[in-house]
Structures are given as C-alpha cells and as structure tokens.
C-alpha cells in the first residue's frame, strides 16, 4: 500500500509541475461552467444538476484520455520503466499508484463543482439525493474511464497513440448502445449492458442501483488488470 | 553472492547471449568487459529482472531472479546504461521516491537519502531539476538511486560512458570505494577502466564468455603465446624464413622501420626462445640491435579473444 501511494504521490507531483493538470482541470471546468449556466437559466430551468452530469461525462470521455496517455507510455519511452520494473515493486502496486493519481485529478476536477449543487440549494430546493447518486455516478464513469486509459497507456511508448486508442475504445463503448438500431439478431439488452452511458442515466436520476455499481467496478477492474498482465507482459518479451 | 549459470537469451530469432556461467563471490569488483552488442547489457538485465533469461539460471544472494524476483531486486541496486531518470523531478524528490519505493520509510529515510547525496557529491544540487543537471551529474543521480538502499549487489552498466575525464576518475573511486563493502558488477568496454577498479574481469564477446580471470593473471595466462619483438638488420624474407622454422615459433610479422626492421614472433605457450632466437641471428651474421618479450596489455589480449572468437566463426 504505502509503495502504491508512493507512486500516485509522484504521479500526483507530475501533473501538477507540468501544465497537464491546470490545462485539463480548467477546461473541465470552463465548459462545464457553460452546461450548467445553461441548464439552470433557461425556461425549461429546473433546480438538479442533471444538465450538468450528461455533458460532463461527455466532457470526461474525452479529457481523460489525455490525463492517462503518458502515465505507461512517458516511461517506456523515457526507458525509466526499466529502473520502475527493477525495483521491489509489483506490477499491481505500479498500475494502482498510477490509477490512483489520476483518480485523484478526476476527483478534484469534480470536487470543484461542488458549488453548483451549492447554488441550487441557495437559490432553490433541490432534491438532494440525485445530486449525491450523480456525483457519486460521475466518480465511477470516470474510474472506468481511466482504467481504460491506463491500460491502452501500458500497450506503447507513443503517447499520441494511446490517447487515441484509448478515446476510440470509450467512445465506441459509450454508444454502442445505439447497435441494435442496425445490428439484428443480437438481443440489444446485451449492448445496453455493456455501454457505460447507460448505467449512468440511473445514476443521474437518483436511482442507486447495485448492478450499476458491480458494472462500473468491474468494468474499471478489468481494464486494470489487462494493464497488470500488459506491464507483467513485458517482463517476458 | 551472485551465480549464473547457463544463461542464455534469443530476441526473436538473435541470439544474445549463450550459456553464460560465472559466479561471483562476495565483496568482489567484477568488470563485464566486450565490445558493443557483445551481451553485456543483455545479462545485467537478466540479473536484475529486468528480463528473464530464455534458459539458464541466475541467482543474486541466493534468490532466484526469475522465481523469487520480488526478494532479489530488494538486495540489488540497477543503474541501466541510459541512465534514465525522471527529468521533471528535483535530485531529492527523485531519490526520495527511490527510497520509498525500495523499502525505506521515515526518519531512517530521510538520513539515508543525506548520506547518498554526500557520497555521490550531490549536496549543493538536492534542489536541482534533475532534467537541468549535466551528463555527470545525472550520472551521480543514477548511482545515488541505486546505493539508497544500501543493496548488497550493485550493478552499473557502463557507469563512466559519455562523462568528462575529471568525473570519470571521481566515479570509478566512487565504485571502488563502493565495492569496499559490497558486491559491485559493472560493464564497460573502457580496458584500462576495468584494470584498474576490478578484482576480476569477464571478457565476453558475441555472447559468450571468452575469458575470466584476474586481470594480471589474464595478462599472465596469455603471455603462454607470448611474443618476442626484435629489431634486426639483414634480408627480411631470410629472416623470417629461418626464424619459422625454429621450434615453438608460431607466427612471424614484421614491420620496416628505416634501416633495421622490427619483427614480431609469437611463441608456443610456455617456451623462452630468446636465447635461441638471438643465437640464430647472430649466427647468421644479421645485425641484432634489440630483442625483448612483449608482455601484452588486457587491450591486446582483449583483441586477440575476440578476433579469435571471429575468425572461427
């Protein structure tokens, strides 16, 4: 544990003595600034954060992408992997370290919000269990989102190529559930349960329910460890 | 401390090493010494589980490398020929990563880290970035990382390559005072490098391991087929003629300089042909202006090993 830590600590320092973090922390929140202006002043303005929520995902489709790329690929460029590999490191200890710092960033970037369900309270009377379901929601779209970057981050050294991979593997997730419109023959219950945009929407409108939180958790789990057997791949090669 | 055996490499279809064994004992320098792509790199990797080895077996203080990977890195410091260090961190930010992550924790790590810095001569740059430092001084950086935990066995693989000469001579003290209380591994295809830090020396040309030895006793070994140099003055085909077919005479070579010509004889191991060889001569009637045995240097025994190892194959 305390190896893992020390790793998402370093992670941590280094989004923040590069310009990564302040840049995608920003536009984070500068387009989510806009949504949710927009949800609540409009006519149809009503007091929840949902407005806010379907864009953000959106938003962190395709942010965090460009928070993971260089996590793998930066040290198997840099060749420093080799001197992480030759440490008294495990390989699960390495991708959770690197998991948790961008987590991390993730968490930040939406703890910032936070004052959006603040004004609503102030200015309205929100219902405030889709707020807690929403964020918490949110927070496991973007665990999943990352463990995807991670691991497309551990497959080469070109950053560039592991952001785009990584971004077309979520975004064809995230609408595959649109398939069965021109895909027959396959029961399209199967593509709803594999598009993590569906599991959101009960999030969103406060339903907490407990298969949506086993996808996410496995959905994430997965990738992290196809990452774990990628870095362990290398050992091998 | 360290025991290789058999091992034995193939990227795809290259082969890059081929049944190396060598141990090596406690407390000892040990020089890995070969031309470029001869294989050094390759089996350093292996030792510090980097790779595993295709076949064979390396042990490092008694824990297999392969097997128990986890408990033999612990014992071993790495610093890889690249050197490569993250470049946006500052010197002690760096090796306080390096001392959590080998195992160090609190008060203990943070005097550990004080002492690493002042024994790689680091003190006045801990709050350098380290992408700002020099070639040398990263390369302080690397073997800081790698002594932080105090591990028995170090490995360096090529440490002085690219630096100025005043910091070559600063880091191979370095490594010599290093190997005082450890056991040091380290590569280079500098010879007089390896001469004068290492206790033992393995040459290892396209894979394998041609030579080990100490290196006087390399010197010594070698100087069986050792050669006699002679300046003489008199009819070059004659000479070399006669001088061929005298007994234990192996080979004979010869360069012109001027008047008198300089020959070189190499003699079957073990025999002293310059009493006979000047008797020759002088019987013949050709001037004998000098004649001396030739003891080689580790750079001669370096090429002759493996030019062999070339035209056998």
Known sequence: ?????????????????????????????LINGYFFAASVSGS???????????PAS????????LLTMRLLAEEQKMGTIELLLTAPLRDTEVIMGKFLSSL????????????????????????????????LGILLVGSAFISVGLFTSSLTSNQIAA???????????????????????????????????????????????????????????????SAIKSLEARRWR | ??????????????????????????????????????????TMRILAGYMPPSSGTAKVAGFDVVEQSLEARKRIGYMPETVPLYTDMTVESYLDFHATIKGLRGKKKQQRIDEVLDICRLGDYYDVIIGKLSKGYRQRVGIAQAIVHEPEVLILDEPTIGIDPKQVVETRQLIKS????????LSSHILPEVNMVCERVIIINEGRVVAVDRPENLSAALKGSEQIQMEVRGAIKEIVASLRELKGVQDVTWESAGENNIFTVDCSPGSDLREEIAHLIVGKGWGLINLQTKRMSLEDIFLKLTMKEESEA
């Open chain 1, 44 to 54: 149809f303005a009503e007091a929840s954060i949902r407005g806010f929520l379907f």
């Open chain 1, 163 to 225: 952001a785009i991979s990584s971004f077309g593997i979520l975004l064809l997730l995230w609408l595959i559930n649109a398939a069965p419109q021109f895909i027959k023959g396959i029961p399209p219950g199967i593509f709803d349960y594999i598009s993590p945009s569906v599991h959101f929407r009960d999030f969103a409108y406060g339903v907490l329910d407990i298969k949506a939180l086993v996808y996410y958790l496995s959905f994430s789990a997965i990738f992290l460890f």
């Open chain 2, 1 to 42: 401390m360290i025991e290789v055996e058999n091992l034995t490499k193939y990227y795809g279809d290259f082969l890059a090493i081929e049944n190396v064994t060598f141990q090596v004992q406690k407390g000892e320098i040990l020089g890995f010494l070969g031309p470029n792509a001869a294989g050094k790199t390759t």
């Open chain 1, 104 to 135: 991390a960033i993730v968490g930040a970037m939406l703890a910032l919000t936070l004052w959006y369900p603040v004004l609503l309270f102030w200015f309205g009377n929100p219902d405030p269990f889709p707020i807690i379901t929403g964020y």
């Open chain 1, 1 to 29: 544990m305390r190896n893992t830590l020390a790793i998402a600590w370093k992670e941590l320092r280094t989004y923040f003595v590069t310009p990564m973090a302040y840049v995608v922390i920003s536009v984070f929140l």
């Open chain 2, 178 to 185: 290093l190997g005082r209380d450890r056991t040091v591994i």
């Open chain 1, 58 to 65: 959106f938003i962190l489709l395709i942010l965090t992408p």
